[in-house]
């Protein structure tokens, strides 16, 4: 009996971080609060919570990194080392090229293997760029919405790709590319496009979702360009 009441406490630790992560608002980097802050807000004991954050590295959803902190997401596949070697190396146009070669097949993979919910989740991350009160929450929930579109690939090699190219696209300096106004304006080109991505995706059409990503990518690109 003593053995299922623990592993019951740690399923209800795990719930309680899984919904932390998805309700709150995290820095873009994805970094977690510190750990004493952490088991404050879930009401947890430290022990409690550690077995929470290890239950969740070990599903992909968290990465930590000794001396930096835990992450949202899974390890990046390279070293940080590296990371920040490869960021030293690129500027934004050759980011953006990247994410033009590879993320439009994996919306493509995404419109195959999407669940309802991560579908949900990816109309959620749709409405809150449109209620973003700053460009900040703004790219907030954009880079959520592209996580989640990797998540539904249902492939760990492809997120952890994803997620290695989000790493490196974190490390470049992209300068001040967006001054007035504070927030998006109504008619952001994104939100009309990141609709396109999602039905596209949700109605299990592959070679829609990947267009749809492409036009979207390159869209950002040309913005970028012309900033």
């Known amino acids: 009996m003593p053995r299922k009441s623990v592993t019951l406490a740690d399923t209800a630790a795990a719930?309680?971080?899984?919904?932390?992560?998805?309700?709150?608002?995290?820095?873009?980097?994805?970094?977690?609060?510190?750990?004493?802050?952490?088991?404050?807000?879930?009401?947890?004991?430290?022990?409690?919570?550690?077995?929470?954050?290890?239950?969740?590295?070990?599903?992909?959803?968290?990465?930590?990194?000794?001396?930096?902190?835990?992450?949202?997401?899974?390890?990046?596949?390279?070293?940080?080392?590296?990371?920040?070697?490869?960021?030293?190396?690129?500027?934004?146009?050759?980011?953006?090229?990247?994410?033009?070669?590879?993320?439009?097949?994996?919306?493509?993979?995404a419109a195959l293997n999407a669940t309802p919910a991560l579908v949900a989740e990816m109309r959620n991350c749709v409405t809150r760029t449109r209620q973003a009160p700053s460009w900040r929450h703004y790219e907030l929930w954009d880079n959520k919405l592209h996580r989640t579109i990797g998540e539904a690939t249902q492939n760990s090699l492809l997120l952890g790709l994803l997620d290695t190219l989000n790493a490196v696209r974190r490390e470049v300096t992209w300068g001040r590319l967006r001054e007035n106004p504070v927030r998006p304006p109504d008619d952001h080109h994104s939100f009309a496009e990141h609709d396109q991505i999602v039905e596209a995706i949700a109605h299990r059409d592959t070679a829609g979702a990947a267009a749809a990503m492409r036009i979207h990518l390159q869209s950002v690109e040309r913005h970028l360009r012309n900033s």
């Open 15 to 109: 719930t309680k971080l899984r919904q932390f992560l998805a309700s709150m608002e995290l820095p873009s980097d994805g970094r977690l609060p510190p750990e004493r802050e952490l088991a404050e807000t879930l009401d947890l004991g430290r022990a409690a919570l550690r077995k929470a954050l290890a239950a969740l590295e070990a599903e992909g959803q968290l990465w930590r990194h000794v001396g930096k902190g835990t992450f949202t997401g899974s390890r990046p596949i390279d070293t940080v080392a590296d990371v920040t070697a490869m960021a030293r190396r690129t500027n934004p146009i050759e980011v953006m090229g990247a994410r033009i070669a590879f993320e439009p097949e994996i919306a493509r993979c």
